[in-house]
């Protein structure tokens, strides 16, 4: 069964931490995306990658970064948390077509929940 | 900007089918519709989409109108296992179609 794994289901971290986020997918997918999701907000794309080393800025960048050194691995980084970045982050993946996802469906991990205290 | 309408929530019988509807107006002629699905404590899980033509697959099938205007996805025999938030979502050309997410319907189904 093909698979995007989040490395933790449940974080909480301290103000001030720096704090990264791994997803790793074995479907050989060259889009990878970063979500976060809160209540009345839906989902919104932090960041995504369609190549390796490669990295667009989504819709809501700020006060995160990421890594993509592999093709299977991209990283959410939080370089200093703070509690405004309490949210769930969903990690997704699909193949590239000429657009980003125009005839595959992506695929998602199942969620980090993160709590900045 | 969701660019999709979809009511708050919707309620059906166990083992009956499920019309889920969207309204989708600003749609252009190279926008792709997509539906996802949610399941509680889960990350979204992928529908089915389509571009003009009405498509089935395993798990729904998706019935556009002619003027592209709104869809329907259809749950063709509705079990507790599809009780969800599910998502009407465009994949926008000028958006290098990346997915537009929505606040979805969420299905309710009682037994």
């Known amino acids: 069964d093909v698979k995007v794994t989040q490395s933790s289901r449940y974080l909480v971290k301290r103000t001030g931490e720096k704090v990264f986020l791994e997803c790793v997918q074995d479907m050989d997918h060259e889009n990878m995306f970063w979500y976060r999701q809160d209540p009345g907000l839906g989902l919104r794309l932090i960041y995504f990658s369609y190549d390796v080393k490669m990295k667009e800025k989504g819709d809501i960048p700020e006060g995160y970064s990421v890594s993509r050194e592999k093709k299977e691995r991209f990283s959410l980084i939080l370089e200093s948390a703070s509690t405004n970045q309490t949210s769930m982050y969903l990690c997704a993946s699909s193949l590239w077509t000429q657009g980003l996802n125009i005839n595959y469906g992506y695929t998602f991990g199942s969620g980090t929940r993160l709590t900045v205290v | 900007d969701a660019k999709t309408t979809q009511p708050n929530s919707m309620e059906s019988n166990e083992e009956e089918p499920v019309h889920l509807p969207c309204n989708h107006s600003?749609?252009?002629?190279?926008?792709?519709i997509h539906w996802y699905r949610q399941l509680p404590s889960q990350g979204p899980e992928y529908v089915i989409h389509?571009?003009?033509?009405?498509v089935n697959n395993r798990m729904a099938s998706l019935a556009i109108a002619e003027d592209r205007k709104s869809s329907t996805l259809i749950l063709h025999r509705a079990t507790l296992r599809d009780a969800a938030v599910y998502y009407c979502i465009l994949a926008i050309e000028d958006s290098n179609y990346q997915l537009i997410w929505g606040a979805g319907t969420k299905l309710i189904i009682k037994p």
């Open positions: 600003t749609i252009s002629g190279t926008d792709y």
């Open positions: 389509g571009l003009t033509s009405n």
